[in-house]
Protein backbone atom coordinates (compact mmCIF):
# COMPACT_ATOMS: atom_id res chain seq x y z
CA UNK A 1 0.00 0.00 0.00
CA UNK A 2 1.43 3.52 -1.11
CA UNK A 3 2.63 5.79 2.27
CA UNK A 4 0.32 9.28 2.59
CA UNK A 5 2.79 11.32 3.78
CA UNK A 6 1.07 13.84 6.70
CA UNK A 7 0.58 16.91 5.66
CA UNK A 8 1.76 20.13 7.98
CA UNK A 9 -0.80 22.41 8.76
CA UNK A 10 1.05 25.55 6.87
CA UNK A 11 -0.16 24.99 3.21
CA UNK A 12 3.06 25.50 1.78
CA UNK A 13 7.23 24.72 1.88
CA UNK A 14 9.31 27.90 1.70
CA UNK A 15 12.54 26.90 0.64
CA UNK A 16 15.33 29.51 0.98
CA UNK A 17 17.65 29.61 -2.68
CA UNK A 18 21.15 30.97 -2.55
CA UNK A 19 22.92 31.56 -5.80
CA UNK A 20 25.38 33.43 -8.14
CA UNK A 21 23.01 33.95 -10.94
CA UNK A 22 19.68 34.93 -10.05
CA UNK A 23 18.34 34.78 -13.84
CA UNK A 24 19.66 31.44 -14.41
CA UNK A 25 18.42 29.79 -11.49
CA UNK A 26 15.05 31.64 -10.92
CA UNK A 27 14.18 30.64 -14.82
CA UNK A 28 15.33 27.01 -14.45
CA UNK A 29 13.23 26.69 -10.86
CA UNK A 30 10.66 27.99 -12.84
CA UNK A 31 10.98 25.81 -15.38
CA UNK A 32 11.53 22.97 -13.53
CA UNK A 33 8.16 23.61 -10.91
CA UNK A 34 6.15 23.74 -14.31
CA UNK A 35 6.77 20.84 -16.14
CA UNK A 36 6.28 19.53 -12.59
CA UNK A 37 2.80 21.07 -12.56
CA UNK A 38 1.96 19.99 -15.87
CA UNK A 39 3.06 16.33 -15.11
CA UNK A 40 0.72 16.27 -12.19
CA UNK A 41 -2.39 18.10 -13.48
CA UNK A 42 -1.61 21.48 -11.50
CA UNK A 43 -1.19 24.86 -11.91
CA UNK A 44 -0.28 27.88 -9.75
CA UNK A 45 1.11 26.05 -7.23
CA UNK A 46 4.67 27.88 -6.68
CA UNK A 47 5.57 31.29 -6.24
CA UNK A 48 9.22 32.93 -6.73
CA UNK A 49 10.40 35.72 -5.07
CA UNK A 50 12.50 38.50 -6.08
CA UNK A 51 15.98 38.39 -5.06
CA UNK A 52 18.26 40.39 -2.39
CA UNK A 53 22.04 40.39 -3.41
CA UNK A 54 24.58 40.15 -0.94
CA UNK A 55 28.54 39.12 -0.68
CA UNK A 56 28.19 37.95 -4.41
CA UNK A 57 25.11 36.09 -3.95
CA UNK A 58 21.49 36.41 -4.78
CA UNK A 59 19.16 35.36 -1.98
CA UNK A 60 15.92 34.70 -2.78
CA UNK A 61 12.20 32.15 -1.91
CA UNK A 62 10.55 29.60 -3.31
CA UNK A 63 7.33 28.84 -1.85
CA UNK A 64 5.52 25.55 -3.02
CA UNK A 65 2.27 24.47 -2.21
CA UNK A 66 2.65 21.03 -0.40
CA UNK A 67 -0.71 19.84 -2.26
CA UNK A 68 1.41 19.79 -5.38
CA UNK A 69 4.88 18.11 -3.19
CA UNK A 70 2.08 15.46 -2.27
CA UNK A 71 0.79 14.78 -5.91
CA UNK A 72 4.70 14.32 -7.11
CA UNK A 73 5.00 12.26 -4.13
CA UNK A 74 1.84 10.01 -5.50
CA UNK A 75 2.42 9.82 -9.09
CA UNK A 76 6.71 9.05 -8.68
CA UNK A 77 5.80 6.23 -5.77
CA UNK A 78 8.33 4.45 -4.23
CA UNK A 79 11.13 6.27 -6.13
CA UNK A 80 10.42 9.43 -4.04
CA UNK A 81 9.58 7.22 -1.20
CA UNK A 82 13.64 5.99 -1.94
CA UNK A 83 14.70 10.18 -1.87
CA UNK A 84 16.61 11.06 1.01
CA UNK A 85 15.07 12.72 3.48
CA UNK A 86 12.85 12.12 6.55
CA UNK A 87 9.24 13.02 5.47
CA UNK A 88 7.60 15.18 2.50
CA UNK A 89 9.28 18.55 2.87
CA UNK A 90 13.11 16.93 2.98
CA UNK A 91 12.13 14.54 -0.33
CA UNK A 92 11.18 17.19 -2.65
CA UNK A 93 14.13 18.95 -1.37
CA UNK A 94 16.56 16.60 -2.41
CA UNK A 95 13.79 15.89 -5.42
CA UNK A 96 14.11 19.75 -6.50
CA UNK A 97 17.99 19.92 -5.53
CA UNK A 98 19.00 16.73 -7.95
CA UNK A 99 16.74 18.56 -10.75
CA UNK A 100 18.63 22.15 -10.39
CA UNK A 101 22.22 20.06 -9.95
CA UNK A 102 21.79 18.86 -13.55
CA UNK A 103 21.36 21.93 -15.37
CA UNK A 104 25.37 22.50 -13.75
CA UNK A 105 24.03 25.76 -11.53
CA UNK A 106 25.47 27.22 -8.88
CA UNK A 107 22.80 27.15 -6.31
CA UNK A 108 21.99 25.99 -2.72
CA UNK A 109 18.79 25.00 -1.47
CA UNK A 110 17.86 24.69 2.37
CA UNK A 111 13.86 24.89 3.84
CA UNK A 112 13.67 28.03 5.05
CA UNK A 113 11.76 27.45 8.59
CA UNK A 114 14.36 24.91 9.16
CA UNK A 115 17.21 27.62 8.66
CA UNK A 116 15.45 30.36 11.10
CA UNK A 117 15.24 28.06 13.82
CA UNK A 118 18.31 25.74 13.97
CA UNK A 119 22.06 25.33 14.11
CA UNK A 120 22.03 26.97 10.71
CA UNK A 121 21.77 30.41 12.07
CA UNK A 122 19.48 33.02 10.15
CA UNK A 123 19.33 33.19 6.34
Not at 56 to 82: C, P, T
Not at 107 to 117: F, R, T
Request: without cysteine; glycine residues 4%; aromatic residues 10%.
Amino acid sequence: MRKRYDLVLEQRLNLNVSAIDYDKTSREITSTLHALEEMVHSENDFVITDSEFAFGWHFYVVSVNRELIQKLADQMGQDFDNLKGKGLDKKFLTWLTKKVEQKKLKVKLAIKEEMESSKFGIF
